[in-house]
């Protein structure tokens, strides 16, 4: 099992940053992948921005150039760090961690609302 904590949401107005991080405990010798997604309101889930174990990251077109997605593997934490963002970037962002098993886990997710 592995368990995902995320903080950092807010409001913010447009063209602010934020810093979102996801801390992960539990069987962490299994994580591979980590990433984070996010969910606005009547849309499905997307994928934001993925970082593979060997620090390869690839984003959604949307967020290039605007977000960087980080890992810190000594505390066990991955970061978004979102610049220049936008009223669209508004939803739930959720962490996410895949095993090397195979298994996927998600964080309880948190708010980002970018509102003036």
């Known amino acids: 099992q592995v368990q995902l904590v995320e903080s950092g949401g807010g409001l913010v107005q447009p063209g602010g940053s934020l810093r979102l991080s996801c801390s992960a405990s539990?069987?962490?010798?299994?994580?591979?992948?980590r990433g984070w997604y996010r969910q606005a309101p009547g849309k499905q889930r997307e994928l934001v921005a993925h970082?593979?174990?060997?620090?390869?990251?690839n984003y959604a077109d949307s967020v290039k150039g605007r977000f960087t997605i980080s890992r810190d593997n000594a505390k066990n934490t991955v970061y978004l760090q979102m610049n220049s963002l936008k009223p669209e970037d508004t939803a739930i962002y959720y962490c996410?961690?895949?095993?090397?098993?195979?298994?996927?886990?998600w964080g309880q997710g948190t708010q980002v609302t970018v509102s003036s």
């Open positions: 996410n961690a895949v095993t090397i098993y195979g298994a996927r886990y």
């Open positions: 539990g069987m962490l010798f299994s994580i591979g992948g």
């Open positions: 970082i593979t174990s060997g620090g390869s990251t």
